[in-house]
Nanobody
């Protein structure tokens, strides 16, 4: 059974940093585009960042250089380093695996709250 397990969420002050991690099991990790999405209350889920199996990175427009996505194929892990966090970054962050034939998997989500 495919599992995506996120960690690293929490409460941080504006301007602070957090790193989210997602470890994947029962999946040919190196074949998947790995991504992070987020959903704030009352809003649609949106792409934060993803990294393809070839290492190409793609970011949401709101990121503006503040976040970095990376993957470790040896450890089946994708990470999201978030710097200069703002209150509007408060959301549940979800790990996503998108496969070469359209299969799609989600983690359970981790809460990120940016507040003083």
């Amino acid at each position: 059974q495919v599992q995506l397990v996120e960690s690293g969420g929490g409460l941080v002050q504006p301007g602070g940093s957090l790193t989210l991690s997602c470890t994947v099991s029962e999946l040919r990790f190196n074949l998947y585009t790995m991504g992070w999405y987020r959903q704030a209350p009352g809003k649609q889920r949106e792409l934060v960042a993803d990294v393809s199996r070839s290492g190409n990175r793609n970011y949401g427009e709101f990121v503006k250089g503040r976040f970095t996505v990376s993957r470790d194929n040896a450890r089946n892990t994708v990470s999201l380093r978030m710097d200069n966090l703002k209150s509007e970054d408060t959301a549940v962050y979800y790990c996503n695996a998108n496969g070469p034939t359209g299969e799609n998997y989600w983690g359970q989500g981790t809460q990120v709250t940016v507040s003083s």
